[in-house]
T-cell receptor, first 112, second 116 residues
Framework: SQKIEQNSEALNIQEGKTATLTCNYTNYSPAYLQWYRQDPGRGPVFLLLIRENEKEKRKERLKVTFDTTLKQSLFHITASQPADSATYLCAHPSGGGFKTIFGAGTRLFVKA | NAGVMQNPRHLVRRRGQEARLRCSPV?????VYWYRQLPEEGLKFMVY????????ESGMPKERFSAEFPKEGPSILRIQQVVRGDSAAYFC??????????????FGPGTRLTVL
């Protein structure tokens, strides 16, 4: 079955540093990957989408890469701020086109 | 410009009772998705509906769970005879088109169901 793996351990970094989160997927080659942010007690918020023919995508301080050979996406937050502290979810569409498969997310803590 | 609205935000039920969760999609969106999230786990797809139609319910348990999206009014996720294992956060999302033609879902704040 299609599966997404994200580092279950929380990531702690110092303010101003670059945070890098990893998403690995198996048993499927998705046409695109998405990254969402989820704050405690709230629903996920869409951040970025990267397609299989794109190596890299940027939006302000966010950067996403997509390596179809490694079956991996990396999500970077540069010049991180305490307000970036949240859980970040990786997702991709299922083969059928109607569902989205989500990873369990990685919790990021940015210390001032 | 209201986003996806869900109510109630918190729902407490005793075992055997019924839970009704409501979702009003973004205005103009005709596609609704329900997900369940357990602590430390990812969102799990349950069901995908369009107005008056269930398109894909492959993620929904066969018994006790049902969903609808009537022509008028919100989408409803109904759980009959709740058990403790139903305790979770239930999220609704909407999109203007089906996910085979669009990339973005807009999520509501979720309903946290606690079964005592």
């Amino acid at each position: 079955s299609q599966k997404i793996e994200q580092n279950s351990e929380a990531l702690n970094i110092q303010e101003g540093k670059t945070a890098t989160l990893t998403c690995n997927y198996t048993n499927y080659s998705p046409a695109y990957l998405q990254w969402y942010r989820q704050d405690p007690g709230r629903g996920p918020v869409f951040l970025l989408l990267i397609r299989e023919n794109e190596k890299e995508k940027r939006k302000e301080r966010l950067k996403v890469t997509f390596d179809t050979t490694l079956k991996q996406s990396l999500f970077h937050i540069t010049a991180s701020q305490p307000a970036d502290s949240a859980t970040y979810l990786c997702a991709h569409p299922s083969g059928g086109g109607f569902k989205t498969i989500f990873g369990a997310g990685t919790r990021l803590f940015v210390k001032a | 410009n209201a986003g996806v609205m869900q109510n109630p935000r918190h729902l407490v039920r005793r075992r055997g009772q019924e839970a009704r969760l409501r979702c009003s999609p973004v205005k103009g969106h005709s596609h609704v998705y329900w997900y369940r999230q357990l602590p430390e786990e990812g969102l799990k797809f349950m069901v995908y509906l369009q107005k008056e139609n269930i398109i894909d319910e492959s993620g929904m348990p066969k018994e006790r769970f049902s969903a609808e999206f009537p022509k008028e009014g919100p989408s409803i996720l109904r759980i009959q005879q709740v058990v403790r294992g139903d305790s979770a956060a239930y999220f609704c999302a909407s999109s203007p088109d089906g996910l085979d033609r669009t990339d973005t879902q807009y999520f509501g704040p979720g309903t946290r169901l606690t079964v005592l």
